[in-house]
């Protein structure tokens, strides 16, 4: 692939690309290119150019090109895959493929709930658009930000914070452009006639929806979505464990109430530092040396916040009386526990609101301020109302903090910032988290970083948890810790049975041992429909598609 792109291939594919596209849609100057380049995950690749298409035909006019020159191919949504890889290629010399100016809501059903998107179109651009047509349909939110792509969190299987948070199970039909150029409608959708496309989403014959997500097979084009209708009651919790140890019988509590669908939204579990980083950067003046934050310190920081050790945080959904019975249950379910519950709804936000302002700038006033914000751009995202406030851990250890005007345009990839994400999946058991923390907490303090740690209910069985690495990308010594960090916890994780539901591009070839069945059979999947390797090669594919990144990338 990388001679194709050095040769004259590269000369072709460039000259048949600007015939397609037009020049202006085939980027390939150096600061375009060192713009695709640039990565929270402190490596960084340069691809050979950046092209921009608009459509399906266009993409597939770039798909023909690239199998006839040799040219490989990297599709990014709009490149915002914070953690993970950001919108860098495997390797140098692919064509980025920019699927963000294919930005349409090609069809919206409010009776049937659910929408028809292409790749580009984002949260907030989606949650504009349900407001402005007044549908009675709420989307699921997730914290990425409001410039994300749905279908590229989707295709990753990210997941959000509604009832519809599993996102991937909310997929109802998929266009794909195959290597070979050929449009691939899935589920109903081949069918010429078909009126049940997106109620339904298997169709007739094997259900394939699942091969085009984490992994190199096809470039999908749009898919369909399903909302969530919009409630008449909607209630936020949170909740505040003082100590430590204290979280598991919490969970433990709680996993009743999502097993029963009490409980039917994405509950999300943060630590004390990932609660913090939302309202600070690392305060190198408490901390002194440049290393984790003390117990005392993060003691202080616990106290003047008003947070706990953890927090758990989650919302309910319906009319008045299933909220009513559902924070009914919740409080008879933690009454064994430490924790208890703190409902928010639009009356208590706004009284706190006015409160916060008869106070003013004294500290309680500060501290009511902090929370009623915080409160807000909770009830904002169950509502699926996008914000970029959740983006501010990204910052942690970037120097200069948080940069002017903060959300607004938050682009942590372009901001310099190091953050590097393993994403363990757990059973829903209580000394399961404390198991994984107590495994990643040594590895952290070794090589000098704190443990961000968040841990989601993401179904009514299983925890998937977020672990951050934040590193100053400035300090080449910080740099190199924080990949030692990530490669020590990786490994120490997927030992432990605590495989990640999702991969960085630096460590998706970890995890085949060469003698995996299930990686030997993607790889001859990958094989026959995409024999050139032209898509993506190296990306969750195995070891028989060509890649060479190799087990970890530094």
Same mark, same amino acid.
Request: hydrophobic share 45%.
């Given at each position: 692939?990388?001679?194709a792109?050095?040769?004259?291939g590269?000369l072709v594919a460039?000259?048949?690309w600007?015939?397609a596209?037009?020049?202006?849609?085939?980027?390939t100057?150096?600061?375009?290119?060192a713009s695709?380049a640039?990565s929270t995950?402190?490596?960084?690749?340069?691809?050979l150019a950046v092209?921009?298409?608009?459509?399906t035909?266009?993409?597939v006019?770039i798909?023909?090109?690239?199998?006839?020159?040799?040219?490989?191919?990297?599709?990014v949504?709009?490149?915002?895959n914070?953690?993970?890889?950001d919108?860098?290629?495997p390797s140098d010399g692919?064509?980025?493929v920019d699927?963000?100016?294919?930005?349409r809501?090609?069809?919206? %059903?409010?009776?049937l709930?659910?929408?028809?998107?292409?790749p !580009?179109?984002t949260?907030?651009?989606?949650?504009?658009?349900?407001?402005?047509?007044?549908?009675?349909?709420?989307?699921?939110?997730t914290?990425?930000g409001?410039?994300?792509s749905?279908v590229?969190? #989707?295709l990753?299987?990210?997941f959000g914070h509604?009832?519809?948070?599993?996102r991937?199970q909310n997929?109802?039909?998929?266009?794909?452009?195959?290597?070979?150029g *050929?449009?691939?409608?899935?589920?109903f959708?081949?069918? /010429?006639?078909a009126v049940?496309?997106?109620?339904?989403?298997y169709g007739?014959g /094997?259900?394939v929806?699942g091969l085009?997500?984490?992994s190199n097979?096809?470039i999908?084009t749009?898919?369909g979505?399903?909302?969530?209708?919009?409630?008449t009651?909607?209630n936020?919790?949170?909740c505040?464990?003082?100590e430590?140890?204290?979280?598991?019988?919490?969970?433990d509590?709680?996993r009743?109430l999502?097993?029963?669908?009490?409980?039917r939204?994405i509950?999300h579990i943060g630590n004390?530092l990932?609660v913090?980083?939302g309202?600070?950067?690392y305060?190198?003046?408490?901390a002194?040396?440049?290393?984790?934050?003390s117990?005392t310190?993060r003691a202080r920081?616990?106290q003047?916040?008003g947070?706990?050790?953890?927090t758990?945080?989650g919302?309910l959904?319906?009319?008045p009386?299933?909220?009513?019975?559902?924070?009914?249950?919740?409080r008879r379910?933690?009454?064994?526990?430490?924790?208890r519950a703190?409902?928010l709804?639009e009356r208590?936000l706004?009284?706190?609101?006015?409160?916060?302002?008869?106070?003013?700038n004294?500290?309680?006033?500060?501290?009511?301020?902090a929370?009623v914000?915080?409160?807000r751009?909770l009830f904002?995202?169950?509502?699926?109302?996008?914000n !970029?406030?959740f983006?501010?851990g990204?910052?942690w250890?970037?120097?200069?903090?948080?940069?002017?005007?903060? /959300?607004?345009?938050?682009?942590?990839a372009?901001?310099n910032?190091?953050m590097?994400?393993?994403?363990?999946?757990l059973?829903m058991?209580g000394a399961?988290?404390?198991?994984?923390h107590?495994l990643a907490?040594p590895v952290?303090?070794?090589?000098?970083f704190?443990?961000?740690a968040?841990?989601?209910m993401i179904n009514?069985?299983a925890?998937g948890?977020?672990?951050?690495?934040?590193y %100053?990308?400035?300090?080449?010594?910080?740099a190199?810790?924080a990949?030692?960090c990530?490669?020590q916890l990786f490994?120490?994780l997927?030992?432990a049975?605590y #495989?990640?539901?999702?991969?960085?591009?630096?460590?998706m070839?970890?995890l085949?041992?060469?003698d995996?069945?299930?990686?030997r059979m993607?790889?001859?999947i990958k094989?026959a429909?995409?024999?050139?390797?032209? #898509?993506?090669?190296?990306r969750y594919?195995?070891?028989?598609d060509?890649g *060479?990144?190799?087990p970890w990338r530094t």
């Amino acid at each position: 692939m990388a001679a194709a792109a050095e040769g004259g291939g590269a000369l072709v594919a460039l000259a048949a690309w600007r015939q397609a596209l037009g020049d202006d849609r085939v980027a390939t100057d150096a600061a375009v290119l060192a713009s695709y380049a640039a990565s929270t995950a402190g490596w960084s690749t340069m691809p050979l150019a950046v092209l921009r298409p608009r459509s399906t035909e266009e993409v597939v006019a770039i798909v023909r090109t690239a199998a006839t020159t040799g040219v490989p191919l990297y599709p990014v949504s709009t490149g915002r895959n914070w953690g993970y890889g950001d919108a860098c290629a495997p390797s140098d010399g692919h064509a980025v493929v920019d699927l963000s100016g294919m930005n349409r809501i090609l069809e919206a %059903d409010a009776e049937l709930a659910y929408v028809v998107i292409e790749p !580009g179109v984002t949260q907030q651009q989606l949650s504009r658009y349900l407001l402005e047509q007044r549908l009675p349909l709420w989307m699921d939110c997730t914290g990425a930000g409001p410039d994300t792509s749905l279908v590229g969190n #989707i295709l990753e299987r990210g997941f959000g914070h509604s009832p519809y948070g599993n996102r991937f199970q909310n997929v109802a039909g998929m266009r794909v452009v195959l290597a070979n150029g *050929d449009v691939v409608d899935t589920g109903f959708g081949h069918f /010429p006639s078909a009126v049940n496309g997106r109620v339904y989403p298997y169709g007739v014959g /094997p259900h394939v929806d699942g091969l085009f997500t984490q992994s190199n097979f096809g470039i999908v084009t749009s898919l369909g979505l399903w909302l969530m209708p919009r409630t008449t009651a909607l209630n936020h919790f949170l909740c505040a464990v003082g100590e430590h140890d204290g979280i598991a019988p919490v969970i433990d509590a709680l996993r009743p109430l999502r097993l029963d669908g009490t409980l039917r939204s994405i509950l999300h579990i943060g630590n004390d530092l990932r609660v913090l980083s939302g309202a600070m950067t690392y305060p190198r003046e408490l901390a002194g040396a440049a290393g984790p934050l003390s117990d005392t310190v993060r003691a202080r920081l616990r106290q003047a916040a008003g947070i706990g050790a953890w927090t758990v945080s989650g919302a309910l959904y319906g009319n008045p009386d299933q909220v009513a019975a559902a924070r009914r249950a919740l409080r008879r379910a933690l009454r064994p526990t430490a924790a208890r519950a703190q409902f928010l709804n639009e009356r208590k936000l706004a009284a706190g609101t006015l409160l916060a302002r008869l106070l003013g700038n004294s500290g309680p006033g500060r501290r009511l301020a902090a929370k009623v914000a915080l409160g807000r751009s909770l009830f904002e995202m169950n509502r699926g109302m996008p914000n !970029g406030r959740f983006l501010a851990g990204a910052y942690w250890r970037r120097r200069g903090g948080l940069p002017p005007g903060f /959300p607004a345009g938050a682009n942590p990839a372009q901001d310099n910032c190091g953050m590097l994400w393993v994403s363990p999946v757990l059973p829903m058991r209580g000394a399961d988290l404390l198991r994984v923390h107590a495994l990643a907490e040594p590895v952290f303090h070794k090589h000098r970083f704190d443990l961000f740690a968040t841990f989601s209910m993401i179904n009514e069985r299983a925890l998937g948890g977020v672990l951050t690495v934040a590193y %100053d990308k400035e300090d080449p010594d910080e740099a190199a810790r924080a990949r030692s960090c990530y490669r020590q916890l990786f490994d120490l994780l997927v030992g432990a049975g605590y #495989i990640p539901y999702r991969v960085g591009l630096q460590s998706m070839a970890a995890l085949d041992n060469g003698d995996d069945a299930y990686w030997r059979m993607v790889g001859r999947i990958k094989a026959a429909l995409d024999p050139g390797g032209i #898509i993506a090669p190296g990306r969750y594919a195995g070891r028989g598609d060509g890649g *060479d990144v190799g087990p970890w990338r530094t």
